[in-house]
């Protein structure tokens, strides 16, 4: 055992397997026969292979870059593999920073604010069994003192707690989880090295675990959420053998930081095929028991509830992924308020009832459904921040009078705020006059505004007197009742002057909006 851990270290590949896993055999694909077209690479990428080449070192694009260009698709983003360590990579660089203590990587830095862009680099790493491991009983928390100083560590299922021992590039390929997910790409010469038969299971648009599934899924249980991600987002279906075990592995799921799983749960919902990613789950046996938010809005099948409830979170999941589509932005405050938004006035409603005041009994019920759906991650930060900002707004869209709606369309998120108006609003939660009337008041001039703050008033006060005399409105001042009259017009009170014609503003569509979820 302690000859074959010496053999990885010094990265003789003929020591590298471990239980099923098999390194693989190098093969070379030219242009002509993988296709990949050179102007969906991204230059930056390409000059940080160049830098890593021209210092003497080996380096591709790597990973889920290759795939998706191999599909004809731009990448999101592009990872870079090379057999220089952390440290000599930071050299090489003027903005490049050691990051991780699981992973240790390196982000290679361009441009500043918000057009900056990261090209994450890491060395190649050695196939290591748990065998060669340090195990500790605890995980990544409860076991920091014993975690410090040590390269290969795993916890008592078996998975991996640290993993910095660097290894050969064939080494690498076999520890990376899909055959798809296991190629490299070396921009200059246009060569793909494929390991594992991954070029062939992108045509065949299979999802195939290198090495033993069940083994692999023990070593990171957070591969079994991207197999979901990955078959949802591709299209692809997975592999029998690597299905297999999915659903018996998935109670290893339990054992992850709650906050690496809440990044995964974001991930599956926002790469654009949310809803394709909710029915892959509930394909799996996942739907429920993996993710409490995800409890919140699905049944006991792993479907939309039925009637409004499941039309808004669809309607919400579908304005997503048209976002992502059109290359737009996404804010996953947005998404998970409007996931949340049913739980929070259920309990909002028992707290009134219990005879809390409304505005308490909503900050209430916002904490209560913290703690049971986001727990220690609800960061109390600017991800629950947003989210309660856009329900505490939804009260305030009721009162439209004094310097109350002034301020409120001055607010950073009231776009946001206003967007999710709209979708309860589309679902018959609240009348759509009213998101009419915000959105003249937020495009409106001030003379418009004040008129429009006098028809709210005057409003108020015919449904006010209506319900006192119970009286059909309009029955004081001879208007028709309300079924009868003008659509889109509000009743007036008895010798309440009519109201400044009030300017109707077409909504803009969604492309040309404000983005709400920026």
């Known amino acids: 055992m302690i000859k074959k ?52 070192f080996e380096a591709y694009i790597v990973g889920g870059a290759v795939r998706d260009l191999l599909l004809g698709r731009r990448p ?26 699981r992973f240790r990587i390196v982000h290679v830095v361009y441009g500043r604010g918000r057009e900056h862009e990261v090209i994450e680099v890491s060395t190649f790493r050695a196939l290591l069994g748990n065998e060669s491991a340090e195990q500790v009983a605890g995980n990544e928390k409860t076991s920091k003192d014993e975690l410090a100083g040590k390269s290969h560590v795993v916890d008592a299922s078996g998975r991996v707690l640290r993993d910095n021992v660097w290894g050969p590039q064939i080494e690498d390929a076999a520890r990376r989880d899909f055959t798809v997910n296991a190629m490299y790409y070396e921009p200059v010469k246009q060569m793909v090295v494929d390991y594992h038969g991954g070029l062939a299971d992108a045509k065949k648009r299979v999802l195939r675990m290198i090495g033993d599934p069940e083994t692999r899924y023990r070593e990171d249980p957070v591969r079994i959420v991207r197999a979901v991600r990955f078959a949802a987002k591709l299209g692809f279906e997975l592999e029998p053998k690597t299905r297999a075990p999915v659903k018996a592995c998935a ?41 409490p938010i995800l409890d919140a809005v699905l049944d006991e099948q792993g479907n939309l509830h039925a009637g409004a409830r499941g039309q808004f979170v669809r309607r919400a999941f579908e304005d997503t992924d048209r976002r992502v589509a059109e290359g737009r932005s996404v804010a996953p405050s947005f998404m998970l308020a409007c996931m949340l938004w049913h739980e929070v006035q259920s309990r909002w409603q028992r707290l009134r009832e219990a005879g809390e005041s409304p505005i308490p009994a909503l900050q209430q019920a916002i904490d209560l459904v913290f703690d049971a759906r986001i727990g220690d991650i609800s960061g109390r930060g600017k991800l629950a921040a947003d989210m309660r900002e856009i329900w505490m707004m939804q009260p305030r869209f009721e009162r439209r009078s004094g310097n109350g709606p002034y301020s409120l369309v001055d607010q950073p998120r009231y776009r946001a705020g206003f967007d999710f108006l709209l979708l309860r609003a589309e679902v018959g939660e609240v009348e759509m006059g009213l998101v009419d009337w915000w959105e003249d008041f937020a495009l409106g001039s001030d003379e418009e505004r004040r008129a429009l703050i006098d028809e709210a008033r005057e409003a108020d006060k015919a449904r006010r007197g209506s319900k006192v005399h119970q009286l059909p409105r309009g029955a004081l001042s001879g208007q028709p009742p309300a079924a009868e009259a003008e659509e889109g017009a509000e009743p007036q009170a008895e010798g309440a002057s009519a109201p400044a014609k009030k300017r109707r503003r077409r909504r803009k569509p969604a492309s040309k909006a404000a983005p709400a979820q920026d």
């Open 76 to 101: 999101k983003d592009f990872d870079v593999a090379t057999n220089a360590t952390p440290e000599q990579v930071k050299g090489l660089f003027r903005r490049a920073f050691i990051i991780g203590r």
């Open 5 to 56: 851990f010496i053999d990885k270290l010094l990265g003789k590949p003929g020591a590298a397997k471990s239980g099923k896993t098999v390194l693989g055999k190098r093969i070379e694909v030219g242009p002509a026969e993988h296709g990949i077209d050179p102007e969906l690479l991204d230059e930056r990428a390409v000059r940080v292979v160049k830098t890593l080449t021209e210092g003497g």
């Open 251 to 291: 109670q290893l799921l339990a054992n992850v930081p709650i906050s690496r799983l809440f990044d995964e749960m974001i991930k599956l919902l926002q790469t654009g095929h949310s809803l394709a990613s909710l029915e892959e789950l509930r394909k799996q046996g996942l739907a429920r028991g993996v993710f």
